[in-house]
């Protein structure tokens, strides 16, 4: 990954995947300059806005207005928000929506909003014409320092998350750290999982100064531009050495072999939002390193003393209704991508900053760690 300087206060890095790379751009009111930056790298484009209706309601007539004034002509498509929009029905109607408002190969989808939407916007745009281009503007913590890098994208199968997608780059990413003001402190919450995850994988430094700093990054300001710019940092160049999750890309899962088996457990309604369940995986990862003896007993517990105290679930007896039983849980761990001929991978730690890559973890061990783990959440109370 390299930079550029740029004239405006945004921060701008570089994704280094030689004819798709693409800029990342980090700073307040950039939904505003979205019109002038699009132009600049494809002037007279058409456009497709894709938004869940929350969203809309707060941003769409700003970026039709940047559009407008850049003389980009642009289609807004709504969709429900939340979980449920990464369905094969939501994904088919946004499909014939871009093709109803004659999106061809030239022209661009916007995903305007959180990880839902650019994931679902992103697969529709791979898939229509054979492949268009897309921009992704990001506008929650989640999606700004991890969904919106990296070209993953994609919808939910009834076996489980994200297992129906393409890999499939933006040609730009405008993270506006200003709207992530109007995001519920739940939501905040969620997304600062994943910024605590680059911490974990390989910069113990980092982790140290979240757990010392964690209010200045919540409150805004310096400290939450850092942290974002760092974040993005350590996503690009890792997305940059492995684009197709052939090697490092991998570690980016720490947390979510569990957390995914947790949103599935829950039905994907709400109950555990993506981030949480990330951050409840990434205390068991933790754990069950510990008990594989990885890892120290005390690392797995500053890690889960962190989550807990920014107001993270790190125990399953903090899920809202239960996660059922261990083998539901099984059953959607062995559904996991990174599985390999029937061999479960996960990504376990040596320590904060020590994060590997385990493959062939023997099934039974993960299941005698999850009933160990469901007997204490009965025993705790909620």
């Known amino acids: 990954m390299t930079e550029t300087s740029t004239p405006t206060a945004a921060r701008r890095l570089r994704v280094d995947l030689a004819a798709r790379s ?6 307040p009111n950039l939904i505003d300059a979205a019109g002038a930056e699009i132009a600049a790298r494809r002037p007279g484009a058409r456009l497709a806005i894709v938004a869940d209706e929350t969203v809309a309601n707060l941003y769409l007539a700003r970026i039709e207005a940047a559009f407008a004034q850049a003389n980009l002509p642009a289609t807004a498509i709504r969709v429900a928000p939340g979980e449920g929009s990464k369905s094969f029905a939501v994904f088919e109607r946004v499909v014939e929506a871009l093709i109803d408002a004659r999106i061809e190969r030239g022209d661009l989808v916007v995903a305007l909003g959180g990880g839902v939407i650019g994931d679902l916007a992103g697969f529709a745009a791979s898939v229509v014409r054979r492949g268009v281009d897309f921009v992704q503007v990001p506008t929650t913590l989640l999606s700004q320092v991890d969904s919106s890098v990296g070209g993953k994208t994609g919808i939910n199968s009834a076996h489980g998350k994200n297992l129906v997608g393409a890999f499939h780059q933006p040609v730009l990413v405008l993270a506006d750290t200003a709207a992530l003001d109007t995001l519920p402190p739940r939501e905040f919450r969620a997304g600062y999982a994943e910024v605590a995850k680059y911490g974990l994988i390989d910069d113990a430094a980092f982790f140290a100064e979240l757990e010392s700093n964690w209010r200045e990054v919540f409150a805004g300001g310096p400290a939450r531009l850092d942290a974002i710019e760092t974040s993005c940092r350590a996503k690009a160049a890792i997305v940059g050495r492995d684009e197709r999750e052939s090697g490092e890309r991998a570690l980016l899962n720490l947390g979510h072999t569990f957390g995914h088996a947790l949103e599935k457990a829950t039905g994907f309604s709400g109950r ?41 679930p790190t125990r399953l007896n903090q899920v809202a209704g239960g996660v059922g039983p261990v083998d539901g849980l099984m059953d959607a761990i062995a559904q996991d991508k990174k599985v390999a001929r029937g061999a479960l991978t996960f990504i376990l730690a040596r320590g904060v900053g020590g994060a590997f890559v385990a493959r062939d973890v023997a099934p039974d061990a ?3 760690f999850l009933e160990a783990e469901t007997l204490e959440a009965e025993a705790a109370p909620a």
């Not at 693409?22 to 700073?27: A, E, K, T």
């Not at 205390?283 to 517990?301: M, T, Y």
């Open 366 to 368: 993960v299941k005698a």
């Open 22 to 27: 693409y800029d990342i751009l980090i700073g």
């Open 272 to 312: 555990l939002l993506h981030g949480e369940a990330v951050a409840l995986g990434m205390a068991q990862a933790f754990r069950f390193s510990a008990r594989l003896g990885l890892c120290a007993p005390s690392v797995a517990q500053r890690v889960e003393d962190h989550l807990a105290e920014v107001g993270l």
